[in-house]
């Protein structure tokens, strides 16, 4: 492994304002005859803030294998579409029914159901059609341009955040015993965060063995993220969470928490933590930035 000091704060903001520029340039890419409302619904969502860890852990993993990020923007762009569809969805009535989402009210609160199901359908098949155009146009390889987008594919799926979210709200599905957390961690959360770093890594040239061993670091920090998830929704209020606190246990859900505990929850996600660093020493990339953020999301408050 290959590591260099990192100005971790720094270097997080400039990635953070950097696709933030590139979300808000997206309101020229839906002309007509896509219909105004979708558009407007499709980039409410999208525009309305959040941390955009998901597509700067993309970029980054890109340029650990020396791809800049303008060659792989448009998949990281793409992760954030999926991401947000699957938050749109989340919000729904007939899922976790919430009214507010990144500080802001949710889509079908101001469009209603229809389009917000829309929106996120739409939001998905852009995100194909997005990053396939930009990843030619940037001239990355066409091997890895299919391979990221099958890791694209197998994370929204029923491998991924499908099989995640029915594990997470179907009460048939539940099960007992304290494996079940982790199972839905992995498929809800996990699966996306380490298609994100694995995808980038492919994208920008990583073998086999450095591919594996971002996807093995972005399950076990997806955990991780997922644990700290269960306890801010305990501790943390609205105002600084941005949408509901205290619905886990309002919809009686199984979570870290409700498990073990928030004391365990946090030794677990330190573990998990610990075993993501554990997994990039095989990367053969530069990774600085991956521990660092490490560190950095264990004391998240959002
Ligand atoms: C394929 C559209 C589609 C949906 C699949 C609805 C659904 C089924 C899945 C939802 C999965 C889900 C909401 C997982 C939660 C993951 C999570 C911890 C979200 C919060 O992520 P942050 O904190 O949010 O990064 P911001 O707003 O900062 O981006």
New binding site residues.
């Given amino acids: 492994m290959t590591r260099s000091p990192v100005d971790f704060e720094t270097v997080l903001a400039d990635a953070q304002a950097y696709v933030e520029v590139q979300i808000q340039g997206l309101s020229e890419a839906l002309p007509p005859p896509v219909p105004g409302r979708l558009r407007e619904s499709m980039l409410y969502s999208l525009q309305a803030?959040?941390?955009?860890?998901?597509p700067i852990m993309c970029l980054k993993a890109a340029e650990a294998f020396g791809v800049s990020r303008d060659r792989c923007v448009s998949l990281a762009l793409a992760f954030e579409m999926?991401?947000t569809?699957?938050?749109?969805?989340?919000d729904l009535p007939s899922?976790d029914d919430d009214v507010l989402?990144?500080g802001k009210p949710t889509n079908h609160v101001l469009y209603g159901e229809s389009m917000a199901i829309l929106a996120?359908d739409a939001l998905?098949a852009w995100a194909f059609e997005y990053s396939l155009a930009g990843l030619a146009k940037a001239r990355i390889p066409a091997g890895r341009a299919c391979s990221a987008m099958r890791i694209m594919a197998n994370a929204?799926g029923p491998f991924g955040?499908?099989g995640?979210?029915v594990l997470?709200t179907d009460p048939q599905s539940m099960e007992d015993g304290e494996d079940f957390p982790f199972k839905v961690a992995a498929q809800?959360?996990g699966v996306l965060i380490a298609a994100c770093v694995e995808a980038g890594a492919v994208a920008g040239g990583a073998d086999k063995k450095g591919a594996e061993a971002f996807r093995s670091y972005g399950m076990h920090l997806g955990t991780a993220?997922?644990v700290i998830?269960d306890i801010l929704d305990v501790t943390s209020s609205a105002l600084e969470l941005?949408k509901t606190p205290g619905k886990d246990a309002a919809l009686e859900k199984r979570t870290f928490v409700s498990t073990f505990g928030l004391d365990g929850a946090r030794e677990l996600a330190r573990k998990e933590s610990d075993q993501a660093l554990e997994a990039l020493l095989g990367s053969g990339g530069e990774v600085g930035f991956f521990s660092a953020l490490t560190d950095y999301l264990m004391e998240r408050t959002r």
Wanted: proline content about 0%; aromatic content about 4%.
């Fill in positions: 803030g959040g941390k955009r860890l998901r999926i991401h569809a699957s938050l749109i969805h989340d899922m989402r990144r996120g998905l929204l955040i499908c995640g979210q997470d809800k959360t993220f997922q998830d941005g």
